[in-house]
């Protein structure tokens, strides 16, 4: 069964899109199977930039057929306005399906998303503020619109009516917030249908055929580990599952469908939004601001600044384990050059003294424990033009190996620039 699962092992802004569009080349179907257009890719291809939320990054592959699948929360707009951006930079978007299962983003998503991080104050969540939480939070509460009810203007109506006599309550009267219209909303959504339709499919149906015909499916996952639901750094995450298990419910597969795991790690760590995070660098730390004007550190989407630190290889390992990663992917390495020493966090201390070489459960100990780093020598040669593993200076190899040893899986890409073309394939991708 050949599954590729591209997860993030991190806080997500790993740099995954870059190795979904070098793995697409070989794939016949490229699938989202979570999250929404909180998420943001950042292809850069002969020079042209594409910033992609919604759409998957093999769609920049003649062969590829991109699938929005069934986890995905789509807001229709966004969608309609991404397919023409690609449209206008040439790329052909006919071959984009997006599942009539996927939950839709609906107006009072976003405002609530809005309202409920204002309310909480000083202990808001750090959203994209693109109503992800309320959609899901919808899904769940089985109150949800589908992509599906657009095709159907009279059940689309009945749902949006029941949605918002709910929604408008709450809005009103807990948050003093005009009432929205369910005619505007109507006109707005249903106004999408012909722009829409031809993409809507059984997107479960076309992975099962693809996967049995033996041909290549890959799925492409945002946001990462540690902004999962269940397993991340709780409330502080999103409201779906980045981890690889998130494809089996995301995308319609059972486990046995994906044999191939790859982790993405960037050779540091940023964060954005609010939570826990051990290796932060504090502000102004030197390092911390080369790591972010380096790196450009700032959210392809909303342009916040990202929260860096050092690589954290307890949280590495355990990232390798929810996902039972086969590989692991090394992105921007080269951001690494220059410093005289370079730090990974291989245990914390908790307040009490104790080490820690596994990720603590209790929230209350993870806020508080300190890191425990071990210092490699850093490299000042620049690495972006390396094309092999042996171009990279010895430092540079040596950090590679460490981080292999910490997480017990081989390392087999590591980039070292921003272009597509700037991967270093290690002889193991087989
Ligand atoms: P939401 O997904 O908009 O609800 O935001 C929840 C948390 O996930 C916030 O801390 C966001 O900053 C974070 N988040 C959501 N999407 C991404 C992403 O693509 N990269 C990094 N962080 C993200």
């Known amino acids: 069964m050949p599954g590729t699962v591209i997860v993030g092992t991190q806080w997500g802004d790993e740099g995954k899109g870059r190795f979904t569009d070098y793995l697409a080349k070989e794939s016949s179907l490229v699938v989202r199977y979570q999250g929404g257009h909180n998420a943001g890719h950042t292809l850069v291809v002969d020079g042209v930039v594409f910033a992609l939320q919604l759409v998957p990054s093999g769609v920049l592959y003649e062969h590829v057929t991109p699938v929005i699948g069934n986890g995905v929360v789509v807001d229709p707009a966004v969608l309609v306005e991404e397919l023409d951006m690609l449209e206008h930079k040439g790329v052909d978007t006919s071959r984009v399906l997006l599942s009539g299962n996927a939950h839709l983003i609906m107006p009072y998503h976003q405002e609530l998303d809005r309202v409920t991080e204002r309310f909480l104050g000083k202990n808001r969540l750090g959203t994209t503020k693109r109503g992800i939480g309320p959609a899901y939070a919808d ?27 709910e929604k408008n309550g709450v809005l009103a009267k807990v948050y003093n917030r005009l009432p ?36 290549h499916v890959l799925f492409e996952g945002a946001q990462a580990t540690y ?26 597969v059972g486990p046995r469908a994906i044999d191939r795991v790859i982790g993405v790690v ?9 939570g826990p995070f051990p290796t932060e660098l504090p502000e102004g730390d030197p390092v911390g601001e080369v790591l972010v004007a380096r790196g450009n550190e700032f959210g392809t989407n909303t342009g916040r600044r990202r929260r860096p630190g ?20 090394i992105t921007k390495l080269d951001v690494l050059s220059g410093l005289d020493e370079v730090k990974v966090c291989v245990a914390y201390e908790g307040e009490d003294g104790a080490r820690y070489e596994h990720v603590p459960y209790h929230q209350s100990v993870l806020h508080k424990v300190r ?11 620049e690495i972006d033009d390396a094309a092999q593993l042996g171009d ?19 390392v087999t890409f590591v980039s070292v620039g921003p272009s597509r073309e700037q991967t270093v394939v290690l002889p193991r991708a087989a």
């Open 180 to 215: 929205l219209d369910a005619d505007e909303i109507v006109e707005r959504y249903l106004g999408l249908v012909p722009r829409l339709e031809p993409h809507i499919a059984d997107t479960v149906h076309l992975v099962h055929e693809a996967l049995d015909a033996g041909q």
């Open 227 to 252: 902004l999962d639901l269940d397993h991340g750094t709780y409330p502080f995450v999103t409201s779906s599952n980045p981890i690889a298990g998130g494809v089996c419910t995301g995308a319609g």
């Open 371 to 381: 890191p425990v780093y071990e210092t490699l020598p850093g490299w000042h040669r």
């Open 310 to 329: 050092w690589l954290d290889a307890v949280m590495l390992r355990h990232a390798v384990a929810l996902n039972t990663c086969s590989e692991l992917a």
């Open 266 to 274: 960037k050779a540091y760590v940023t964060r954005v939004g609010s």
């Open 139 to 165: 899904k769940a509460l089985r109150v949800g619109l589908r992509v599906q009810d657009l095709l159907d203007p009279k059940i689309f109506r009945e749902k949006l009516e029941l949605a918002l006599r």
């Open 392 to 410: 990279l200076p010895l430092e540079a190899r040596n950090y590679v190996r460490f981080l292999e040893d910490a997480a017990g899986v081989p």
